[in-house]
């Protein structure tokens, strides 16, 4: 179980996250907000990246400030943190396989590196690979351990239309886990396919908690009655 109780972590006057307080149990989480709005302030308080100025964030119960927190239990896609560019495919995942130590990712992490057409023995540098490529190795290195928590962020910005489905196949099979999911995402229609809750993210705060399970037009309705949309002109 996540809990935020009272957090607060604010960077400038208008970028951060203040006044949370939500629990979130084993279940699928949208974190649906414009840019700038906290959906990554969020993320990297639940990994303990950042530490809240006020408040508490408590995972199964522990504190992400407390010394034994494990954050070996999330896998997370990051939408914005890049992995190393000099190193190649088959040093980086190699690398990553001797920090896992564990015989189902080595066995996850062909099968789904065979689901994306990607070659775990390349030899060529991350830095070399395309957007998409990146993104495949990504999202094959997050699903492929043992997890309790899998956060996405944007995981479908840059794959091609035939790995866009074979993700959305591979999130079908992640739902039928016991895990906590954190999905964030800009697209709407991907936070009411994989989602049962969304959270909407407004001004540093979070303004909305929707049921998606039970009436997805809630979503779509809640946010734009939230956000302003200008109309454009002729040109």
Known sequence: ????????????????LKEVNIIIKQEHIGLVGPNGAGKTTFIELLLGLHLPRKGEVIINGVK???????ISRIGYISANLNI???LSVFEYVN?????ENNEKFNINIDMFARALAFDLNDLSTIGSLSSGMVQKLKIILAISGDKDILIFDEPTRGLDPLAVELFEKI???????NLTIIYCSHILEEIEKFCERGLIIKDNKIVKDVNIKDHKSNLRES?????????????
Do not use: C
């Open 1 to 16: 179980m996540i809990e935020f109780k009272n957090v607060e972590k604010m960077f400038t006057l208008n970028k951060g």
């Open 64 to 70: 992400t400030t407390d010394k034994d927190f494990n």
């Open 84 to 86: 190393p560019k000099k």
């Open 95 to 99: 690398y990553v396989k001797e920090l």
């Open 171 to 177: 999130m079908d099979k992640l739902k039928t886990k």
């Open 223 to 235: 946010f734009k009655s939230f956000y302003e949309f200008t109309e454009i002109g002729d040109f």
